[in-house]
Each structure stands twice: as C-alpha cells, then as structure tokens.
C-alpha cells in the first residue's frame, strides 16, 4: 500500500510581507500631499530662520501679532533642540514622506516593513510636535503659523500611515474600530488643540472681539 504525500495548500491571500501589494489612491494622494506640505512649510521655516541670521531686524513673513510670532519662537532655544533648526529636521522627514507619496500614487508595491518603518517614524515625529506645541503654549507663549502647517499635516499623516502599516491586522477586532474610528480621532485632536489655543491666548483673542 503506497502513501501519497499531500501537498501543502496554498493560502488564499499571498504573505503581505514577500509579496506587497500597493496601496490604495486615496491613502496614496493623503501621504504625497501631508508631505509636500510639510515640506513646504518645514522649507519656509528654514528661509526664515536664514533670513533672521543675516538680519537680527529682520521680521518673518509669519510674525503677524504678539501671539502668532515665527520670530519670538525661532529665536528660543526650543526651536533648535538638537543644535540646529528643527525646520531641518522636517526637511529630511517630508522629503522621505513626499518620495513615498510619488512611489505610491504611480502605484508602486513598497514593502510593508517600509510603511512600518515610516509609521514609527511618524510617530516619534508626532511625539516631539506635542512637545512644542507645548513649549510654544505655556513656555514660550506665542505660536509660530509655519510651524502650525506641520502640527496640523503630521498628526493626519499619522493616522494614515498608521492604517498602511497595520494592514496585516485587519481582520483584528481592535484593528478594524481604530481603522473605522481614525477621522473622527483626528477631529478630536484638531478640536482640543484649538480650544488650547482659544484658552491659552484668550486674553489676547477678547480683544479682538
């Protein structure tokens, strides 16, 4: 009596891992243009920063009144954490998120420790944007509007980037209500920054009214 060997059967979806698939267009045409803004702003805040160097006197194109004020912020110590412009740093980042954006809207398959990779990145990104949004409200006391661009692109850059990277886990229970709930989290942290911002300068923003 012979045995036959059975042959293993294949899985219905190919390993995510050896064989990426692209990404969809809109999450696609979400992360090109997080990054070219990004970039764009993180681009303006080093001219700025180049053009105050030269000329102590000079006033940014951003400094608008006593509470939005590129130039109170970018002379504080906070605004080169690392030695140098943290303008720099969002440079190098959005550069790589602009790249991936163009890569992934000509439909091309990056790999998924790529997207998981970038999604760390965002995150500690996201980290260090809470910590001068913090610094900017209750230490420095005035808001700088480049610097806003890039609060206001990095945490939606995060939740999209965050929804590629965890696509293996989408069959997961507390993957799919993150997925499901990810817009109105984002909504939530929009309205909260604002109504710091509302209360923190609000002696200021009375006058106007």
């Not at 990004?38 to 681009?43: E, R």
């Not at 260090?128 to 420095?140: E, K, P």
């Not at 710091?196 to 609000?202: A, D, M, S």
């Amino acid at each position: 009596m012979t045995s036959t060997a059975t042959e293993p059967t294949p899985s219905a979806e190919p390993d995510e891992r050896r064989y990426p698939r692209p990404i969809g267009m809109p999450s696609a045409v979400w992360v090109l243009i997080a990054g070219a803004v990004g970039l764009t702003a993180a681009l303006t805040l080093t001219i700025e920063k180049i053009e105050l160097l030269i000329d102590p006197a000079y006033v940014p194109s951003c400094s608008i009144n006593p509470v939005l004020s590129c130039g109170s912020v970018m002379v504080t110590p906070q605004a080169s954490e690392f030695g140098f412009p943290n303008s720099l740093l969002g440079i190098v980042a959005f550069s790589v998120v602009v790249v991936a954006g163009v890569l992934a809207v000509a439909k091309v398959a990056l790999p998924q420790w790529f997207w998981t990779g970038l999604a760390i990145g965002t995150l500690i990104g996201t980290v260090f944007v809470h910590w001068l949004i913090y610094q900017s409200l209750y230490v420095i006391g005035a808001l700088c509007p480049y610097c806003m661009v890039v609060w206001s692109t990095t945490i939606p850059l995060l939740v999209v980037v965050s929804s590629i990277a965890l696509r293996p886990l989408a069959g997961n229970g507390f993957g799919r209500i993150v997925y499901q709930w990810r817009w109105s989290l984002v909504a939530l942290w929009f309205t909260g920054l604002i109504l710091l911002i509302l209360v923190r300068f609000w002696n200021y923003w009375s006058t106007l009214i």
